[in-house]
């Protein structure tokens, strides 16, 4: 085996995003063991700075020694017991992932369907309710195969019930996207390190309710899985500090140094850049020509999914990006492939210098394959000036003053 | 949330050991996604590394995007089904594991025990094996709660028969002492990084025989759980690709660059080291009349247990280590709790340095404590002097000509 060096790249797709390098400085400090009394501490920092993003005071918020999938799993398989009715609201790619998982941890599954790039409204879950009376709920904040992001409220109000216990995926918007684990009585919520947190994957942040807590005292079968039965993971981090498994030492370093990063540009400014960058980045498409895949009230400011205009080959022009540019955008999945780009703005990858290149960039591409297409860097660009003009606390990205990101 | 600084540790518990700088400083490259060509290859080359250090040609030898307990839950979960009779050899701690997990993975398990600090001879095998005709098998190599190294040939020449699944932990061994997977018949193995293949924890190396590759395909109840579903996981890491989840980049970067240096060093060498360090620390925790808790014929070499010296309290001693010296070992585990040190020696944490300043230090505390010992250090030197004039081809641990590791 040969050395290896990772070659340039700006990560546009749907995640993993790009790190920062102080994330990368202090997942590469020197090993300790996960006994180590400096790691607990570690440990607290995580989950504490976790709290803040979810906004939650939930005892059991800690990241799920695996990825994504792995929390998706572990609401499924601590949530449902065999035979219980559960509820999916699929849409999407993930949507599907969770009732597949949900039927494996022996629930008896009932799809409350949309078309892909819609949102569901609260009436329809309402009926189905109603007619399934489901123990469990499951539903996508933003679904990475369609860069719909589904509206929280409506839902939590018809889910906020004593019987519910409701479960939302939040991989592709937590830390990019206003969320609110309390406020909205969310049940079992999980996300991945590696989107909008901007730490290398790995780990699955969860959270749960006091509902979900109190469920995991009263379910009569066991978890099935060992290795995700939160019963015990909950020792593991807590006070107790029951052994369970060892932690991955390096990624907590990880996520603790991101979730820092976030606690110092805050929720509200995180928000904003994400909003923002995504506004830019749509008007410089649109003002391409191209169209986008989901209604302007659905669109995700974290996934953002856009139409391959006719006669155009979709792989063609993302193995330019990568050649040319060193940009990684990726195609649609599923239903979608070859129908849809997928260009993620998010954590660190969520820039303005990021949309202004790949507009550029895509700008020349398209014009060469003859589908000539104008303007994208000037319209995005207006769209940064009036926010700045809007707000004068956000003028300069490279400030020196103000703990302000790039964005 | 301060700036987080890891202090100094020399970290000699049962894991996870010290990592080679080379493995942080390849670890902390930036992101790549887990669709790009490059990190394909990176994928591509985490696989012939792990079959070098299995000893396999199997073409499902990857890591599993968890630790070391995932990989014993993918173990089970995908080698049993729902009322299949499972055998399990319990005679630590992580087989009293391997038994839980089975039955929550549908298994009836029937275990054969023997004390803590034994290992299982093949007739005792052979008559629960005519007893209970189990479909698996699972037995530990090294326990890294007794530090007993169960020797794997006697077993497995009972245990490769064309009805049995075997199922090997070698969490606490790959990589530190021999291992034949293909050459001893063992159909499903599984281990750790952060042991003696010296990665961060996150990662568990597997690796399945034929015979249990045909047993994914021949089953007839579905994986239980998704994430650990082999079937689905040999398309995500083998040619065809098919998308699965997104795997831990950072850690795989980190594992090509420790198998890497294990290719440098080379198997043999790579064992040699971790013997003659055993050996040597052995011998000096004899000459200062501490007692081992294995015989000699059953001893690892990668977790090394010693008995707490009457009248001596367990954390006093750990807690001096790690205080001044920044030495961690670590204590008993279960019924071992009190009883004894586990002292790991274990991929980059196994070296001729580590061993000397632990007895010295040792030496110093429990003379401190009342329990007077000496000629520690003196005694393991000699077992290092007397390698080299064995071996002068070992002569010097910081020779420039050869790749040869501390040791």
Same sequence: chains 1, 2.
Wanted: aromatic residues 6%.
């Amino acid at each position: 085996m040969k050395e290896f060096n990772v070659p340039f790249r700006i990560l546009m797709g749907p995640g993993p995003s790009n790190v920062d390098p102080r994330v990368l400085r202090a997942m590469s400090q020197t090993m300790l063991s996960h006994l180590d009394p400096v790691f607990i501490r570690v440990m607290d920092d995580v989950q504490d700075g976790l709290r803040q993003v979810f906004r939650t005071r939930s005892p059991i918020t800690l990241p799920i020694s695996g990825t994504g999938t792995a929390g998706m799993e572990a609401a499924m398989v601590n949530m449902i017991e065999p035979g219980d009715t559960v509820l999916v609201c699929t849409a999407g790619y993930f949507a599907d992932r969770m009732a597949e998982i949900a039927e494996r941890a022996g629930g008896r599954v009932q799809r409350l369907e949309a078309p892909w790039g819609r949102v569901f409204e609260a009436d329809q879950v309402r009926k189905a309710v109603d007619r399934h009376r489901p123990k469990v709920v499951a539903f996508v904040h933003v679904e990475t195969s369609t860069g719909v992001s589904q509206p929280i409220e409506p839902l939590a109000e018809v889910l906020n019930r004593d019987d519910i216990i409701t479960i939302m995926d939040c991989v592709a918007s937590l830390a990019g996207e206003p969320i609110d684990v309390e406020g909205n009585g969310l049940d079992f919520v999980y996300s991945g390190s590696q989107k909008c947190l901007s730490c290398p994957p790995g780990l699955a942040p969860i959270t749960l309710s006091e509902k979900a807590i109190r469920r995991l005292s009263t379910r009569t079968a066991p978890v099935q899985s060992w290795y995700l039965d939160l019963a015990m993971l909950r020792k593991y981090w807590s006070e107790v500090r029951v052994y369970h498994h060892t932690a991955p030492i390096s990624l907590n370093y990880a996520l603790r140094e991101a979730l820092r990063i976030i606690e110092e540009e805050t929720l509200p400014r995180l928000y904003a850049r994400h909003r923002l960058n995504h506004e830019a980045l749509v008007r410089g498409l649109e003002a391409m020509g191209l169209q986008m895949f989901v209604g302007k009230e659905a669109r995700a400011w974290t996934v953002n999914t856009v139409k391959v205009p006719e006669g155009i080959d979709d792989q063609t022009v993302r193995t330019a990006l990568l050649e040319r540019h060193g940009i990684e955008i990726v195609g649609g999945l599923g239903a979608l492939k070859g129908q849809v780009w997928r260009i993620g703005l998010m954590g660190y990858s969520s820039n303005r210098n990021n949309v202004l290149l790949l507009l550029g960039a895509l700008e020349e591409i398209l014009t060469e394959l003859g589908c000539p297409s104008a303007d994208g860097v000037q319209a995005a660009s207006r769209v940064y000036r009036e926010a700045e003009l809007a707000d004068s606390g956000r003028v300069s990205a490279f400030s020196e003053e103000k703990p302000v990101r790039v964005g």
